[in-house]
């Protein structure tokens, strides 16, 4: 080891990172008990390969990556193990969208959501309410909808993670944000 390289300090993780880290899952899984499960994995791996910190980055960076390649799994594990519920696309289509004008029905038209505010509180309560939807999502359309505007993933690295065509990458993308924004506007508007 050189000498200014950093050491891994497990003996301060649980008290400096559980939380940071809990945060960090549960806006991508969703399940409290899962992320429990994936935090606690996450410092069991961080002890096994303790050695293997080079300090090049800080513990924090190092233990999310390790709990990012966790939550990874997971949503690899998550499509084969999951049945999703099959949705109708052309009623999708013909419900918000205008064939003829490849546009939204003016009924169905994106409403503003109100977040141009700076309240704290509404923006929590929106958080919440975003979530909730989000884990309304099939398993898929979680993953790749988290992986993109969540954890700001390219396209490539989201097919190649898990396995999906460049095609079927922007039907699930389009998909989720379908269903995210009916969602939002039913229980947030």
């Known amino acids: ?58 513990e924090r960076t190092w233990l999310t990556a390790i709990l990012k390649n ?3 799994d997971v949503y ?28 939204w029905k003016k009924e169905h038209w994106p409403e503003t959501f109100g977040i141009e505010q700076e309240d704290p509180l509404q923006n929590k309560e929106l958080q919440v309410i975003l979530r909730k939807c989000m884990q309304k999502l099939p398993p898929l359309w979680l993953a790749v909808f988290s992986m993109k505007h969540v954890d700001d993933e390219s396209t490539m690295t989201i097919c190649s993670e898990l396995k999906v065509s460049d095609a079927n990458f922007w039907v699930i993308i389009h998909r989720a944000k379908v269903n995210l924004r009916a969602c939002l506007q039913k229980n947030w508007i």
């Open 76 to 103: 690899r594990k998550r499509p084969k193990l999951a049945t999703t519920k099959s949705i109708d696309v052309h009623e999708e289509e013909t419900q918000f969208f205008d064939q003829e004008m490849n546009n």
């Open 1 to 58: 080891m050189l000498p200014n390289q950093a050491k891994a300090n497990p003996h301060q993780w649980v008290e400096m990172y559980a939380d940071y880290l809990y945060a960090y899952a549960i806006t991508r899984i969703g399940d409290e008990d899962q992320v429990r499960d994936l935090v606690q994995e996450t410092f069991l791996a961080g002890l096994e390969h303790a050695d293997n910190f080079e300090g090049k980055s800080s």
């Open 70 to 72: 966790k939550i990874i």
